[in-house]
């Protein structure tokens, strides 16, 4: 209710200096003035193929996972133009879950300034210095998160990436569980930041938004420059590899650093309606 | 631009503010709120929490103490807070090694004191929540403790009517919110302050401060061997160490480890706060010792070799802290006069209806 309200004033606020604007349309070719949306859209894929949850796929760590589960935090989306300047998206609002099962792929950005951009940055996970607010700034994100299986259940954290299935490899033929929990603790700060450079320029007007087109390999999060072999942490009665914390949390945390690239950017997507 | 749009925001907070302010002083009976009057001890290092954006207020205090004493914070609306956190024992729960919650499941930890809570830096024994505003998810998630959710418990406060108007005086957007109500138990746990025992009166030299010749060898005793992860006033350094405790096997519980998941945190565990001491037997993190006496008796010929112990506890080729009897008995009694009965008796802390 409080928030419907602030948006409204905040719409008729950018109406009314987009009114303020329309002057001097006729006298410059193009206005890059007012705000408009932009879409970043989160393809999950697995080792260079599409992901499907149930599928299976064979990785070089020469192990075949069975994804049942991805689902992600994308957190504190900043938009740059060529010329550096930056647009940090607000810091309240920049909090998003993709999630492969819930079918949430998209980052839904509004009220950006009219531009042209050629990067994009985002964090993967939840930063410390908002995790340290408390729970008033997080406002409703816990609950949510706590939905969509993305907070720890022992302790007051988040899970940053939620990675689970199944896998086989030389020393077991028969699947055995795997659950990564990406995450930080009060020991280790997990959290990460990457900036990608667009293919084309994503253009930003009052009527035009442009779609970002993400391509996340879930494969990476085990499988980059780091590998991280399920069956070498296995549990010690050997039924379950759990990834939740110590050295591997680290290296997933440089894993996931390389594991987006942005595929195409779809421009001109028509005029999106509030 | 920017700076436009967060004028505007804040115009609009503060009407709401005004317009939720204006309602509530038409019917709701209960005093407009203030900031919660609260002294913070001369002798305590300084807060470890940042509350400047939770201050506690006198109705965020009232409803954190009504929300503490409330049994909807459970699945089946069996267990509060209090259930496991006893006033009378410094919110210990008395007689139990190991508490047990909700369907009587047994947990496998000894409740640990609630008290002076915003000068510490790590809660729970393995540091599973480092915010005042969180932890309270801790117990609340824990299916062997309360097994709820923070909507399910919003919506069943909703329905209360005296929830409704508690929440509207003691927050500017009055709402009954996962985020209200963690951050009224932690305006609550802000204010449960126990600094007021004879060895608090003794080092702030006021009256009752007076200390028997015994209290202060034990005194200097703990200050010799002790103080050193006991630190300052608040008996503890919020540090995770293992002092040496031979592992249950039934437990088999990693500490630290469980939530860092770091070999080197195997085996330590939050060094805990040793204010009101002889109110909260059983002792250590699965309440394995029935007295200090057995306490003392493992500091001194107790402690075990296991990964990770501390190394202040293996010093010039010995094990723990060898104590003769007459040391035991003088650390007893300075332990003794950590017992604050303003503390335990504070009726600010009593479940009030």
């Not at chain 1, 409204?8 to 949306?37: K, M, W």
């Not at chain 1, 997080?138 to 706590?146: R, S, T, V």
Request: glycine share 6%.
């Amino acid at each position: 209710m409080k928030k419907t309200f602030r948006n409204i004033l905040i719409a008729s606020l950018f109406s009314g200096l987009l009114v303020s604007c329309s002057n001097d349309d006729d006298t410059q070719q193009e206005t890059i003035e007012g705000f408009g949306d932009a879409e970043l859209f989160f393809d999950n894929g697995m080792a260079g193929d599409a992901l499907i949850l149930g599928g299976s796929k064979t990785n070089s760590n020469n192990e075949t996972l069975t994804v049942n589960r991805l689902n992600y935090i994308i957190s504190n989306v900043v938009l740059i133009e060529e010329d550096g300047t930056e647009y940090v998206y607000p810091k309240n609002e920049s909090y998003f879950i993709i999630s492969q099962e819930g079918d949430m792929h998209t980052v839904h950005l509004e009220n950006i300034p009219a531009g042209d951009y050629t990067q994009v940055r985002f964090g993967i996970g939840v930063d410390e210095l908002r995790y340290l607010e408390g729970e008033t700034a997080q406002q409703e994100f816990w609950d949510y998160a706590a939905a969509n299986n993305m907070t720890w259940t022992w302790s007051t954290g988040y899970r940053f990436i939620n990675f689970e299935g199944t896998f086989t490899s030389e020393n077991n033929s028969e699947p055995l569980q795997f659950q990564v929990h990406q995450g930080s603790n009060s020991a280790t700060d997990n959290y990460r930041e990457v900036t990608l450079n667009l293919p084309t320029t994503a253009r930003v007007r009052v009527d035009e938004m442009p779609n970002i087109h993400i391509i996340a390999d879930a494969n990476t999060i085990v499988d980059g420059t780091n590998k991280i072999v399920l069956s070498e942490n296995l549990n010690t009665a050997g039924t379950n590899a759990s990834i939740m914390g110590g050295e591997n949390l680290i290296l997933i945390a440089e894993n996931t650093q390389q594991m987006f690239t942005v595929d195409h950017v779809h421009n001109g997507g028509g005029s999106h309606q509030h | 631009m920017k700076k436009l749009q967060q004028l505007f925001i804040a115009a609009t907070a503060a009407m709401f503010l005004f317009a939720s302010c204006s309602k509530d002083d038409g019917y709701s009976g209960i005093p407009e709120d203030r900031p919660f009057n609260f002294e913070i001890p001369s002798n305590f290092p300084a807060m470890a929490q940042d509350i400047g954006n939770n201050m506690p207020t006198e109705n965020g205090v009232a409803l954190g103490r009504k929300l503490f004493y409330e049994n909807k914070l459970s699945r089946d609306n069996t267990i509060s807070c209090s259930f496991c956190h006893e006033q009378a024992y410094a919110f210990t729960h008395h007689g139990h090694d190991l508490s047990h919650g909700i369907d009587n499941l047994l947990g496998i930890r000894n409740a640990p004191a609630v008290q002076n809570m915003t000068f510490q830096s790590e809660y729970f024994y393995d540091g599973a929540s480092n915010g005042i505003q969180l932890l309270s998810i801790v117990p609340i998630h824990n299916p062997v403790e309360m097994d709820e959710s923070l909507p399910s418990i919003a919506a069943k406060l909703a329905e209360d009517d005296a929830y409704v108007q508690l929440f509207q005086s003691a927050f500017d957007d009055g709402e009954i919110s996962s985020s209200n109500m963690l951050n009224a138990l932690a305006q609550f746990m802000t204010v449960m302050i126990s600094a007021d025992s004879k060895y608090d009166k003794y080092v702030r030299n006021e009256p009752d401060g007076n200390m028997t010749q015994q209290e202060l060898d034990g005194l200097s005793l703990f200050q010799n061997k002790c103080s050193v992860c006991h630190a300052t006033d608040l008996f503890t350094d919020s540090k995770f160490r293992n002092n040496g405790l031979p592992p249950n096997p039934n437990l088999n519980d990693l500490g630290r480890h469980v939530v860092t998941g770091f070999e080197n945190d195997k085996y330590k565990f939050k060094v805990p706060s040793l204010r009101n001491v002889a109110l909260t037997k059983p002792y250590m993190h699965d309440g394995r010792f029935g007295s200090l006496e057995s306490v003392l008796d493992f500091y001194s010929s107790g402690v075990q070799e296991t990964q990770n112990l501390d190394p202040i506890l293996q010093q010039n080729n010995t094990l723990g802290i060898p104590l003769s009897e007459e040391e035991k008995q003088a650390l007893i009694a300075f332990l003794k006069t950590l017992t604050d009965e303003t503390f335990i008796t504070n009726p600010l802390f009593y479940e009030q209806t």
